[in-house]
């Protein structure tokens, strides 16, 4: 049997500065690239974003399970590291219609 990888065809969406901003309301469901030790190719991981502002310093973070992939204490840096880790998202838009 072959193992299936490849995430379902979902309405993804690179819209990093979106992103950012949904991040500072609540938490997103985001995939990410990463390479694993003995198989070849890139994987795909869930995460999701968190955001926290200390001490008038934002803090941008993508991360799964402890991993972290993406952190950030700036918009421009925010995007830019996603565009780095190929991220996609769910729009929560795209199921919470009206």
Do not use: Q, W
Request: glycine content about 6%.
């Amino acid at each position: 049997m072959d193992l299936v990888l490849t995430p379902a065809a979902y309405p993804f969406s690179r819209d990093y500065k979106r992103l950012a901003a949904l991040a500072r309301e609540a938490s997103v469901v985001c995939f990410v690239d990463y390479y694993f030790r003995g198989v070849e190719g890139v994987m795909r991981d869930v995460a999701r974003t968190s955001y926290r502002r200390i001490d008038g310093l934002d803090l941008f973070e993508v991360c799964a399970r402890g991993t972290g992939y993406v952190s950030a204490h700036t918009e421009d840096d925010f995007v830019k590291r996603c565009e780095a880790a190929n991220l996609e998202f769910i729009d929560p838009a795209t199921f919470c219609a009206a």
